[in-house]
């Protein structure tokens, strides 16, 4: 991957050494623009998604990533998105049973940007033109995979598939003048017969069609370090989500199944809160080319208590 050539003028120089050593480095005011996913507050967009958005807005957040299904998504995702909803305890997702137009409206009037959804591998294959239209209006640039199906991803040939779709999905993304990024989970980061199939699955993509959105919890989850990772692969994580542990926990096994996800749900703290560097981390994302920051606490309770909090410590670093 070749790096931009980063030129830096006297006065950024005066202000931060660490700028020096960086192609990437941005102003640290970026982070006056904090976003959040709305996975974080599922049950409250789904009773009153208006006012959940001015509640957010109030906090202090700036950027939303929404998340799928939406009403152009595959049937195959609102398939399975139906059979997992009566155990979370609510259905809604995307729009939230508004117009696309409602949204854009809503989120104009709380001063919003969109810069990111998430949606499902069988969209991003089958429909890329609907989430560009999607786009047109919304006004987002990033469409990101949340996860890879368990059921492709459990040897490295899995993974040497899924790296095949993913150069096509980045290649289809960009024709649509959108851009494709992998949303990692705590899987691929322990070695496979001797490989480590997330280094394998960067390796065989293309760097500028395929980007990244670190997910710092499950990364951590994952035995993996990652300022590291932000370090080795500086410009190709675009996206991160911002979570904090209150103690440092790593999966009972490879991480692979939703049972070990929900081991660890209840170490998952407000940020700030936890023993996650996370200063360390947003500064060497911001350093690689992290551009946007999204908190994300899965469906927290309380969560106009505890994602205040995390607004409120985000706005310090």
Known sequence: ???????QSSGALAASSFFI???????LSALKNIGIQLFSLPKLLESDF????????VMGYKE??????????????????AQVTPSLGFSGSGYFGLGVNEVRDIMKKHGMTIPSVHTDYDTLQQNMEGLAQASSVLGFEYVCLPAIPAQKRKTLDDYKRVADDFNSIGESAKKHNLKFAYHNHGY???PIDGTVPITMLLEMTDPNTVLLEMDVYWTTAGGADPVEYLKKYAGRYHLMHVKDMKEKKTFSGDGG??????????YMTTAGSGVLDLKAIITQGQASGVKHFFVEQDMVASPEVALKKSADYLKTI
């Open 64 to 81: 939303i990533e929404l998340f799928g299904p939406f009403p152009f998504s595959a049937e195959s995702a609102k398939k399975s998105w």
């Open 257 to 266: 199944d939703p049972q070990q996800w929900i081991e660890l749900f209840p």
């Open 1 to 7: 991957m070749k790096r931009r050539e980063f030129i």
């Open 188 to 190: 691929g980061f322990r």
């Open 21 to 27: 050593t960086s192609p990437f480095a941005r102003d």
């Open 50 to 57: 208006a006012k959940a958005i001015q509640i957010l807005s």
